[in-house]
């Protein structure tokens, strides 16, 4: 549906976006994930039409966009800010980009209708944009867009000025909506959380380039490198050199000797490395439970509702290595407090091994 | 108590300056109304006497409609053409990636610090090298070289106070630059340009300068007025005339004033 071909964009000396080359499914529901100044604004508004490519090309359902401007391209955009008409009330922002169409007005009365009913807006057509929250805003700029059947509906952090209940809600219907009517969405979003709920496949865009793309399981057990598990989650990271005589293993900082099982992608002997562990993907004991178990000292409990994290600190690491435990926990969790020794245990599986940076 | 607030501190010496600057700008205008009351021909006081008897004379005098038909013609037309000008220069200075566009909006600014006498003086120059004969045609030119730094500085904030992203939604939802215009920009600076019209007439309406230097037979209402400073018996009767010209125009620039800053708050709401 999209094709993005190694798109550059430089403003002045500033490179924005840095040979991104994606490819985007038509009925997919694509985000662009990334810290504010990663280029992923950029490259939406490249999409939209609002900024030139510097280089490189974008084809939209098999038409080339270079000499298309904004108005002629079959998609729309939901604004981080919705722009709203403030002259206008719902019912005429809605019907805004009918004009063109030719539509003979009964008809138009009846789309507009139509998509309230989508919104659950009904009966809100007269009110002004100074008279709806945030929220309802929010759903006017997405029937603005959807109304007009955009092959591709682009959406700029939509769900950025919501507070925290109300922008779950919204993911919620973001996502039904997007299968319901089987468009093309691309989310430009900060949060990981909202890219890995909404989405069927993520880019995650670090200094305006792609780094990784992948579904949000992919991301989330298979990163590719520091920044993307970093950005992904919680980790515990851990300096670490390869070694390859015998078995092919790892001297991990504080761990001591770890056996790979496959994940070392073939690194030679003596390469330095990260070495990175999921929270989830450890195991505490009261007392020591076999060999490869490291001891360390309960430094604080962090209490997150569904679940809680432990910070252990362990001899030769100066950060503590962080363990989630679901829920609430036998009777040796929750007899623990800061002070107490533990011990932690994993499987060789769940070590990553990543390009240490 | 309360610890001293340095800033909000009520201040006799400020307070005292602001009245007598105050007094300095405005009394001796008071005069003018005041004295159009005056039933005497001489204005000193004690005044003999009240009357509104030389605001009923302006109404025996068929030069004053005159002038004052010409005044509102020239005005109307130089508030049309000034803010239709401004429109498109004040949408490039605030949209357009322009080049110098901090000297250019500088030098579209220039005839507020030009001296009147100056310009007009170098507009005539030009005009009768052209050939051109002095008209109210001529007065409406020179009032539009003066107007339009007024037009422009009140519709600039308008389009800079303007949320961008509402015209790129539009272009967004299929519409050019032509019906963005016209169903997005121009809505929002609406109240801009009524304060941009009310404005640029009272600077016309009141404008003497260049009307003295580039007008032909026909007299706008300032000129009117200088030509008739020769008469003694005619000065109450000025007096009233000047007394309606400024009720007018404080009333008319108040207005745009209040244009000006409507629904600027609204807007914010919605903007970046």
Redesign the interface.
């Known amino acids: 549906m999209i094709s993005i071909r190694n798109v550059t964009k430089s403003f002045g000396r500033v490179q924005a976006v840095r040979d991104v080359s994606l490819q985007i499914r038509a009925g997919e529901f694509f985000s662009l994930l990334g810290a504010s100044g990663s280029g992923k604004t950029t490259l939406l508004r490249m999409l939209?039409?609002?900024e030139a490519v510097t280089s490189g090309s974008i084809v939209i359902d098999g038409q080339a966009m270079e000499s298309v401007?904004?108005?002629?391209r079959p998609?729309?955009?939901v604004?981080?800010?919705?722009?709203?008409?403030?002259?206008l009330n719902v019912r005429d922002n809605i019907a805004?980009?009918l004009?063109?169409?030719n539509i003979p007005k009964p008809k138009q009365a009846e789309m507009v209708d139509e998509m309230l009913g989508l919104i659950a807006l009904p009966g809100y057509g007269d009110r002004r944009?100074?008279q709806l929250s945030g929220g309802q805003?929010q759903r006017v700029a997405l029937a603005?867009?959807l109304i007009?059947k955009p092959k591709v509906l682009l959406l700029d952090e939509p769900l950025g000025a919501l507070d925290k209940q109300l922008r779950e809600q919204m993911q919620l219907e973001l996502r039904l909506l997007q299968q319901r009517l089987g468009i093309t969405f691309v989310l430009v979003t900060h949060d990981q959380e909202e890219a890995l709920t909404l989405s069927d496949r993520i880019a995650v865009m670090a200094q305006g380039a792609v780094v990784q793309v992948d579904t949000p399981t992919g991301l989330y057990e298979r990163p590719q490198n520091r920044t993307v598990a970093a950005f992904i989650g919680t980790m515990n990271f851990f300096d670490a050199v390869v070694h390859r005589q015998g078995m092919p293993e790892v001297q991990v900082q504080g761990l001591g000797r770890r056996r790979l099982n496959g994940q070392d992608g073939g690194r030679p002997d003596g390469t330095a490395a990260t070495v990175a562990i999921r929270p989830e993907n450890l195991t505490l004991h009261s007392t020591q439970p076999g060999p490869g178990a490291v001891e360390g000292v309960v430094q604080a409990q962090q209490y997150l509702g569904g679940r809680q994290m432990l910070h252990v600190a362990i001899p030769g690491r100066t950060t503590p290595v962080a363990v989630a435990i679901q829920g609430p926990g036998d009777a040796f969790i929750s007899s623990l407090s800061p002070g107490q020794n533990v011990w932690l245990t994993w499987k060789d599986d769940a070590v990553l091994l990543l390009d240490a940076g | 108590m309360a610890e001293p607030q340095i800033f909000n501190r009520h201040n006799r010496t400020l307070a005292a300056y602001a009245i007598g600057f105050a007094v300095f700008l405005y009394v001796p205008i008071l005069f003018i109304p005041l004295f159009s009351l005056n039933s005497g021909l001489y204005q000193r006081f004690p005044m003999d006497g009240i009357t509104l008897g030389w605001y009923a004379q302006l109404f025996t005098r068929g030069p004053v409609f005159d002038a004052l038909q010409n005044s509102l013609q020239v005005g109307l037309s130089v508030a049309l053409l000034s803010t239709v000008l401004a429109v498109p220069a004040a949408k490039a200075l605030s949209r357009a990636v322009l080049p110098g566009k901090r000297p250019i909006t500088g030098f579209v600014m220039l005839p507020l610090v030009v001296p009147g006498l100056v310009f007009g003086v170098a507009l005539l120059v030009v005009i009768s090298r052209l050939g051109v004969p002095l008209s109210l045609y001529t007065v409406a030119l020179g009032h539009v070289v003066v107007c339009l730094p007024f037009a422009i500085s009140i519709l600039l904030p308008r389009f800079e106070g303007a949320?961008r992203?509402?015209e790129?939604?539009?272009?967004?939802?299929?519409?050019?630059g032509w019906?963005?215009f016209w169903?997005?920009t121009f809505?929002?600076i609406l109240p801009g340009v009524v304060a941009s019209l009310l404005l640029t007439f009272t600077v016309s309406f009141d404008e003497f300068i260049m009307a003295f230097f580039l007008s032909g037979t026909d007299a706008t209402l300032p000129m009117y007025i200088w030509t008739q400073l020769r008469f003694p018996q005619s000065f109450p009767s000025l007096l009233a005339l000047s007394s309606l010209i400024l009720v007018a125009s404080f009333a008319l620039v108040f207005l745009s004033l209040w244009f000006a800053r409507m629904g600027r708050t609204?807007?914010s709401?919605?903007?970046?």
């Open positions: 939209a039409g609002f401007p904004p108005h002629n998609i729309n955009m604004f981080q800010n919705y722009a709203i008409f403030p002259h805004y980009g004009r063109r169409l944009a100074n805003m603005r867009a007009l | 949320n992203s509402l790129e939604a539009s272009a967004d939802l299929g519409e050019n019906w963005t169903r997005v809505p929002n609204d807007t709401l919605v903007s970046r």
